[in-house]
Every structure is written in structure tokens, then in C-alpha cells.
């Protein structure tokens, strides 16, 4: 089992800059996919990125391209997204995953651990 705890949302500025955490406990990860997506209100959840713990290879949706940037860092079993220029579209609950896979994915059924989630409001 592979508990994933987010941290670092909140609000921000049309334009500026927030940066989530995900720590990952439990079963130790030595491999596999780690990922964010993010559901606004009354959409569906979506994908925003996602990385290969073991190499480092990113994904991202077309949405967050450029603005977006995916990373973690294995000595602290933490994965980390920062997000630039912000956008009011960006509102949303951010959630953490992970997936035991190791084939790089933006698909949210690949992922089976899931964190409780953290808001980022974006203000235009």
C-alpha cells in the first residue's frame, strides 16, 4: 500500500506561480509512475503530468505544456509540480498518484494510489 499526502495549494495570481508536494509512505516506491491531475468543479478529473520515478521521463497534458513542470526527488520520496503563469483555468482540486506500472501514461485508470487532494484558486 502507498499512502500519497499533497501539500502546497492555495491561491495565486493570474500570471504567477504555486508549486505542489506529494510524499509518498507506505511500500517502499522503487519504481513504477507518479502523476497530478486535477479536477475542477463540475468537470471531470484530467491529467496535468506525470514522471517515471526510476528515469525521470515527464509527460504533460497539452494544457500545462511550457507553463507546467513535473519532478521528484527519490532521496525524500517526494514529487513535486511547479506551476507557472498561472491561469484561472487552472482552479481546480490538484491530486497525486501513483501507479506501479512503469510505462509512461497520462491515463487516469493506469493509476492505482491516490491522495486526498489540494485546491489551487487561481484569481484573474
Known amino acids: 500500500q502507498v499512502q500519497l499526502v499533497e501539500s502546497g495549494g492555495g491561491s495565486g495570481q493570474a500570471g504567477g506561480s504555486l508549486r505542489l508536494s506529494c510524499v509518498a509512505s507506505g511500500r517502499t516506491f522503487s519504481g513504477g509512475l507518479l502523476g497530478w491531475f486535477r479536477q475542477a468543479p463540475g468537470k471531470e478529473r484530467e491529467s496535468v503530468a506525470t514522471i517515471t520515478w526510476t528515469w525521470g521521463f515527464t509527460s504533460y497534458a497539452d494544457s500545462v505544456k511550457g507553463r507546467f513542470t513535473i519532478s521528484r526527488d527519490s532521496a525524500k520520496n517526494t514529487m513535486y509540480l511547479q506551476m507557472n503563469n498561472l491561469k484561472a483555468e487552472d482552479t481546480a482540486v490538484y491530486y497525486c498518484?501513483?501507479?506501479?506500472?512503469?510505462?509512461?501514461?497520462?491515463?487516469?485508470?493506469?493509476?492505482?494510489?491516490w491522495g486526498q487532494g489540494t485546491q489551487v484558486t487561481v484569481s484573474s
Open positions: 498518484a501513483a501507479s506501479a506500472s512503469t510505462i509512461p501514461s497520462l491515463r487516469l485508470g493506469d493509476f492505482d494510489y
